[in-house]
């Protein structure tokens, strides 16, 4: 039996919807599907989009859906490619206060992450993970940003 803090935690994240998907040209899909399963089992409503989805896609289902967030993958490392005026493009679409994460093998070969962090960062995405990063974790953050959001 959860303890009443889990119990708060998931009955907050079943008012979340988030859009997930791999952008782009990119066919990896498992490690988004992980992501997207543990979302969902911790509570969110999660819309998952599959691979090869271009950003127009990400952003009409957040539009449709009323999405909170969206979490992009891409693995193939070119994310930043992929993701140049995505959140204009939020914006245009009137999703200017849209949380949007990212999250995978972000660039091609070895760079130093806080450097791919600022880059993703500069775009316009709140939070970027790096390759590997546990559900678990991912689950924390987005509880920790939607609780600061209710806040204000």
């Not at 599907?33 to 089992?41: G, K, Q």
């Not at 709140?126 to 546990?134: E, G, I, K, L, Y």
Request: aromatic fraction near 6%; hydrophobic fraction near 45%.
């Amino acid at each position: 039996m959860g303890t009443s803090t889990e119990a708060t935690a998931t009955g907050a994240r079943a008012g979340i919807t988030l859009i997930t998907g791999v952008i782009g040209s990119d066919t990896h899909i498992v490690g988004n599907r992980i992501v997207s399963m543990a979302l969902e089992e911790a509570g969110f409503k999660v819309v998952a989009l599959g691979a090869l989805t271009p950003a127009e896609e990400f952003i009409a289902a957040a539009i449709e859906t009323a999405a909170d967030g969206i979490l992009v993958s891409s693995l193939y490392g070119q994310g930043e490619l992929d993701c140049r005026g995505f959140r204009d493009m939020c914006v245009e679409a009137g999703l200017e206060g849209i949380l949007l994460y990212i999250g995978g093998n972000l660039v091609v070969g070895k760079q130093d992450w806080a450097e791919v962090e600022a880059r993703y960062r500069d775009l316009g995405f709140d939070r970027a993970f790096p390759n590997a990063t546990r559900t678990d974790e991912i689950i924390a953050v987005l509880d920790a940003d939607f609780a600061a959001r209710r806040q204000g």
